[in-house]
């Protein structure tokens, strides 16, 4: 049995003969009887593993379609071939390779979404040509998008799980992740944006040839970010772009992200990595293009009272409104975001001077301290009280006194343990001084003898 089904027959002599007999057939308009003669011996090439001959009567049989103009023959024909039994993978492959070097030639749009179609049914649930499908896909979902169905090219793309593929190389699954993701935020799943974006490799990204794809990565991710009013995620998203070569190579690209870095970074809530990210960014030499932003940065960095309004603030409110309307998909988002954001501003510069003043005074009257922040007592206690909650200041208020206190009492056992570890340095110290002392007397009594 074994046997039977490894021997090998050779058909190049009726190849010879039966495809020339073809053509003429189909030059005449006798396409049907071209496909049955050849259908006969696609059907011998096959039952008798003669594999080379049977991918050229294939591709014959198709080519022959092609010729004819009969674009619907050519989509039945190849669904036909395809389902053949015991059909060889590279032969359906090379059909499907050559059917699409043909898209840009059919007629019209319609028989060009027929033809994708087809080839896509073909190739459904076949791995050796998993890449082609992903890329058919790709087509489709551009004819939908350019018609203006959003939806739908967003459903098709989705559809494909091209992480999985290994028949595509790093930088082409990227982009068509990219893609998935690019739609699904111009349907406004920002769910699922998230999700899809997180198939997305950061290290991967960092790759000298795939800096392109790092960018457009980076800028669909500000147009999640901007949906979730998250300034620190923004502000990773600008670093991020900043920090590629080829946008560090552009002089106004450069500029323009790090500006809307540092202003996103000042607009982030404190915390520590805030913190540290804020120290690092104002020590890049490319603020030193950037004046007003470098003395953001400073005011920010050094432990003094910020005036408020900036001097600058008129600059930094114009970038915040240009940023927003580059980023953002929704432009009914623009003008709230950009009043509470400027009102956030506020906020930023209010609680720097509080940690300001509890760094500088273990106690202050609340009506000096509404006078250091240029507010009034009841907006002070709120900005205090919002920090105390945050966990980012310790503060007590004394309403009926008048006083804030920023020294944290110590419990007794703390205290304790303080005398105790005080005292212990202190013999430790008078230890050191008497043998300093003694060593000294003896080498006296030794000059003297």
């Not at 005449?28 to 008798?48: H, I, Q, S």
């Not at 392109?212 to 990773?236: A, G, N, Q, T, W």
Request: hydrophobic content about 40%; charged content about 30%; some cysteine.
């Amino acid at each position: 049995m074994s046997d039977r089904l490894e021997e090998r027959k050779d058909f190049t002599e009726d190849l010879k003969v039966k495809v020339p007999e073809a053509t003429r057939l189909t030059e005449g308009g006798k396409l049907n009887e071209a496909l049955d003669l050849l259908m006969t011996l696609e059907r011998n090439c096959r039952v008798g593993n003669d594999f080379n001959n049977l991918k050229e009567v294939v591709l014959t049989m198709a080519r022959l379609c092609k010729a004819a103009g009969d674009w619907e023959q050519l989509n039945a024909t190849a669904t036909l071939l395809a389902k053949r039994r015991g059909q060889q993978g590279r032969t359906i492959t090379a059909m499907v390779q050559e059917c699409m070097l043909w898209l840009d030639e059919t007629p019209d749009k319609a028989t060009k979404i027929a033809l994708i179609v087809a080839l896509r049914d073909i190739t459904d649930g076949k791995i050796f040509v998993e890449g082609e499908r992903a890329r058919l896909t790709r087509l489709l979902a551009d004819i939908k998008e350019k018609d203006g169905d959003v939806a739908g090219a967003q459903e098709v793309l989705q559809e494909v799980a091209v992480e999985t593929y290994g028949a595509l190389d790093k930088k082409e699954k990227t982009d068509f992740i990219l893609e998935q993701v690019r739609l699904t935020l111009l349907k406004k799943d920002y769910v699922r944006a998230l999700i899809q974006s997180r198939k997305i490799n950061r290290k991967i990204i960092e790759g000298d040839d795939m800096q392109e794809l790092k960018v457009r990565f980076y800028r669909l991710m500000l147009d999640y970010d901007l949906h979730e009013k998250d300034p620190f995620s923004l502000c990773c998203d600008y670093h991020a772009i900043f920090a590629t070569a080829i946008i560090k190579a552009d002089a106004q690209q450069r500029q323009a992200a790090l500006k809307s870095c540092v202003v996103y970074l000042v607009l982030s809530p404190y915390t520590n990595t805030q913190q540290d990210m804020l120290h690092r960014v104002s020590r890049y030499p490319e603020l030193d293009e950037l004046t007003s932003y470098k003395t953001l940065l400073k005011l920010f960095t050094t432990y003094e009272i910020i005036d408020y309004p900036l001097p600058f603030a008129a600059e930094l409110e114009a970038h915040i409104k240009e940023s927003i309307a580059a980023t953002g998909t929704d432009p009914e988002l623009g003008p709230p975001l950009l009043e509470q954001w400027l009102k956030d501003l506020h906020t930023r510069v209010v609680q720097h001077n509080i940690r300001v003043a509890a760094k500088y005074y273990k106690q202050i009257r609340t009506a000096r301290l509404a006078t250091l922040l240029g507010l009034d007592e009841g907006t002070t206690e709120r900005s205090l009280s919002t920090m105390v909650s945050d966990g980012t200041l310790y503060a007590r208020i004394n309403r009926p006194e008048g006083i804030i206190s920023f020294s944290k009492p110590q419990p007794s056992e703390e205290v304790l343990s303080s005398w105790n570890s005080d005292l212990s340095s202190l013999l430790r110290l008078l230890e050191h001084t008497t043998h300093l002392i003694n060593k000294e007397t003896m080498l006296a009594g030794n000059v003297k003898a």
